[in-house]
């Protein structure tokens, strides 16, 4: 993996909370495993998994080993798993934060890593507080250097805030109220693993380091924006969480990811191709978005909920048969959302967001449809004229397409749609990240352009939370109203379909 980001890194201690649950085994210990493999990681450097299940070290190093199902290499896990050490404690319980402290204390000493830290949140959400509470009790966060995390001569200590970031405007200022009570605001990294994914980067790129596209990228060329990210599995075991006030594909999916996509597609230039600067524009983006009328709910957002179905010719069940879901659940497991950013570039022009699980596809997609030419010279053919598109596949197919009209070969003038083709992989023979290696990466080295700021979350809620008051207060009788494996409830091809749009689903 190239590494992008060239600002130094410091020998330092890596804490993960959660460090026997799913995240930690399938995201974190691999991509800080690729960061070791490729001289990523800082020459001194331990990690510490934190949770309550009971393992010694050598049967943490082995139970990941083994997970990972022949993903690393044996004899580089040996070296590498060296540097991985466990402790079973409940750090939301005060009472341990003794025997925790003097393990990282222990662990700092023998691998020579002074107070340098990074606390990684990998629990349920409602452990967040306890846990931020408890590091900052332990005396944890070097007192008096809070403001100069940046700085090489002076220790630092990081917290990596996993999502959810809270469930509604309240608790999301609230959460970030008892962070700033231990941390600085340079100092956490609330992270987002859509930022990470190549393409959503690219896009950036894309935008700023070419003249082609940037002169058409605003209401004048531009007839809407759709960005996509369906899901092919169901809850996953995730049923309790995912059903509970805190669930939902609204919040779990839109709100963030895709606010955070949305946001690179529409910021405006930034000044320099620095985190605060980029920061800044994505701010503005969350500011001027629209906030729905509660009232227009029903006109602007769909909710979805799958019944059974077939996905790859396999049975599946239906979301409320699912293990930990109500019979009678209202839980969104797809979401719809038409939104508009109120700035001079974007002024009417409507981007339509959504997800879903148990969906006919994976992918996650953003495509720009433009505006039909002022003039059609090609009369007999107006009709069967489609609209130019860029097409940026995030996954799977990564790549850019870009979607126009030719001439077809032979006599007469027909014309039919063509498409020009940027594919990742082929382009670059690797496989994309899945963003956490990425992101890791930047947490060690101190740099916060791909999380998200603190007003950026609290914003970005409010642009949602009318939609999910109008669905609480408004039961929806038709629940199930999409089969698994199909594209989704009906009512949001009628969405589009009243403003004379329809969804790319091909
Ligand atoms: N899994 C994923 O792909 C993704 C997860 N996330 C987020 O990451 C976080 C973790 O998710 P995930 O790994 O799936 O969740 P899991 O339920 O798989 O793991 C939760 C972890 O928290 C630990 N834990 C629970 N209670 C306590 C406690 N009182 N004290 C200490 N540790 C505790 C559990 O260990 P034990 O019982 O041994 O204490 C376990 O290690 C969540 O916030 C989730 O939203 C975000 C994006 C993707
Ligand atoms: O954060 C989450 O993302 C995953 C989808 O991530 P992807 O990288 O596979 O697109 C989703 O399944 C999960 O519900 C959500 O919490």
């Given at each position: 993996m190239p590494n992008q980001n060239t600002k130094p890194r410091s020998n330092c201690l890596i804490v993960i909370f959660g460090a026997s649950g799913d995240l930690t085994k399938r995201k974190l210990i691999p991509a800080l495993y690729s960061l070791w493999d490729t001289n990523q990681l800082p020459a001194n450097f331990a990690i510490l998994g934190i949770a309550r299940t009971a393992y010694s070290d050598e049967k943490y190093r082995d139970e990941l080993y083994e997970f990972s199902e022949g993903s690393y290499d044996k004899a580089k896990w040996g070296e590498f798993s060296k540097h991985l050490y466990y402790h079973a404690g409940d750090s939301t319980a005060e009472a341990d934060w003794g025997d925790i402290k003097g393990y990282m204390c222990d662990l700092a000493k023998k691998h020579d890593l002074g107070d340098n830290r990074i606390f990684y949140l990998?629990?349920?959400?409602?452990?967040f507080e306890p846990i931020i509470t408890n590091i900052g009790k332990a005396e944890l966060v070097t007192e008096g250097r809070r403001f100069c995390?940046?700085?090489?001569?002076v220790p630092w200590q990081r917290i990596v805030v996993e999502k959810?970031?809270?469930?509604d405007p309240a608790s999301a200022v609230k959460l970030n109220q008892t962070l700033a009570a231990v941390f600085d605001e340079e100092s956490i990294y609330r992270i987002d693993h859509y930022l990470g994914k190549e393409l959503v980067q690219n896009l950036l790129v894309v935008r700023f380091a070419n003249s082609l596209f940037e002169p058409l990228w605003n209401r004048e060329y531009i007839d809407h924006v759709q960005i996509t990210a369906t899901e092919t599995v169901g809850v996953e075991g995730r049923g309790a969480y995912y059903d509970?006030?805190?669930?939902g594909a609204m919040r779990d999916m839109i709100q963030s990811h895709l606010l955070q996509v949305l946001s690179f597609m529409a910021m405006?230039?930034?000044?320099?191709?620095e985190a605060d600067d980029i920061r800044t524009e994505k701010n503005k983006i969350f500011k001027a978005l629209r906030i729905p009328k509660y009232d227009d709910v029903p006109q602007i957002a769909v909710r979805g909920q799958y019944g059974q179905g077939q996905i790859g010719g396999e049975p599946v069940i239906g979301y409320r048969d699912e293990k930990g879901v109500d019979e009678e659940s209202q839980t969104d497991t797809f979401a719809a959302l038409q939104l508009y950013i109120d700035t001079w570039r974007w002024g009417g022009v409507p981007f339509y967001l959504r997800s879903g699980k148990a969906m006919a596809e994976k992918k996650t997609e953003i495509v720009i449809y433009f505006k039909p030419?002022?003039?059609?010279?090609?009369k007999e053919q107006t009709k069967k004229l489609k609209a130019n598109q860029i097409i940026i596949n995030v996954h799977p197919n990564e790549g850019i397409r870009l979607r126009f009209e030719g001439k077809v070969p032979g006599l007469g003038m027909n014309i039919k749609d063509v498409v020009m083709d940027f594919d990742y992989i082929k382009q670059w023979q690797v496989k994309p990240s899945d963003g956490y290696a990425i992101l890791l990466n930047d947490v060690l080295r101190g740099d916060q352009m791909l999380f998200k700021h603190r007003d950026e979350i609290e914003i970005s809620w409010n642009a949602v939370q009318p939609v999910l008051d109008y669905w609480k207060d408004n039961p929806q009788d038709d629940l199930p109203n999409y089969n698994a494996g199909t594209w989704g409830p009906s009512a949001a091809d009628i969405m589009m379909a009243r403003d004379n749009r329809y969804w790319h689903n091909y």
């Open positions: 990998s629990v349920g959400p409602q452990f995390s940046l700085s090489d001569d959810p970031f809270g469930s509970s006030p805190a669930g405006e230039p930034p000044v320099a191709f030419t002022p003039h059609c010279l090609f």
